[in-house]
């Protein structure tokens, strides 16, 4: 079975602070990791994704994510957040040869000017 | 390119009443998913379809919920009768092989059951 587990249920953070949401995963094999924001009443929205390749992934709106494989982790990180990045974030994961993807039960982010 | 589109947005139902969910994917995405995400938890696949079949639907309460998607591109997800603990917000998504894995989601329709 696979699972993500996303630690912090909110982070607070000051405009122009550097922020971190966490997130580790649980796969057999080689594990395809996703981030994806939500905003009131919107959907789901795709941040980035690590396949294969370049541990550091880069995304939209200034967003990246660290794949680290020993620690099971892919970690979103912003050098300077918005408050505008103020939202609900969620981290997947799925197998590389299957469909099914399962999500965290995400991160409540929260930028004060 | 148009998203993926959801309706209602909302609805309010009593117990024990039927309801539908439309959803109308992006065009040429041959994968469509159902999600439930209730009030403070991540999505829950409730069913995924390529093109007209059906690939999962291990957690889709059968005995309440169906959805089909018989012409392959729209997909409509029915509860009948629903329960209190039904009440969530209701994701469709699409993918495509040709778009890199990644699923784009609609609006969602939040259902409560009163």
């Known amino acids: 079975a696979q699972s993500v587990a996303q630690p912090e249920d909110q982070v607070n953070v000051a405009e122009g602070n550097p922020l971190t949401v966490k997130c580790t995963y649980s796969v057999s094999g080689n594990p395809y990791l996703f981030w994806y924001v939500q905003y009131p009443n919107r959907g789901l929205q795709f941040l980035l994704k690590?396949?294969?390749?370049?541990?550091l992934v880069k995304g939209s709106y200034g967003f990246e994510a660290e794949f680290n494989k020993s620690q099971t982790s892919f970690h979103l990180k912003k050098p300077s957040a918005l408050v505008s990045d103020s939202a609900l974030y969620f981290c997947a994961v799925r197998k590389a040869a299957g469909n099914k993807l399962t999500f965290g039960g995400g991160t409540r982010v929260l930028v004060k000017p | 390119e148009a998203g993926v589109a959801q309706s209602p947005r909302y609805k309010i139902i009593e117990k024990r009443q039927s309801v539908a969910f439309w959803c109308n994917p992006i065009s040429g995405h041959a994968t469509l998913y159902w999600y439930q995400q209730i009030l403070g938890q991540g999505p829950k696949l409730l069913i995924q379809?390529?093109?007209?079949?059906?690939?999962?639907d291990s957690q889709l309460p059968k005995d309440r919920f169906s959805a089909e998607r018989l012409k392959g591109v729209d997909s409509t997800l029915k509860i009948q009768p629903a329960k209190l603990e039904d009440s969530a917000v209701y994701l469709c998504?699409?993918?495509?092989?040709?778009?890199?894995?990644?699923?784009?989601f609609g609006p969602g329709t939040r259902l409560t059951v009163t």
């Open positions: 690590y396949i294969t390749g370049d541990n």
């Open positions: 379809f390529q093109n007209n079949g059906v690939v999962d």
């Open positions: 998504a699409s993918s495509s092989t040709k778009q890199g894995y990644e699923q784009y």
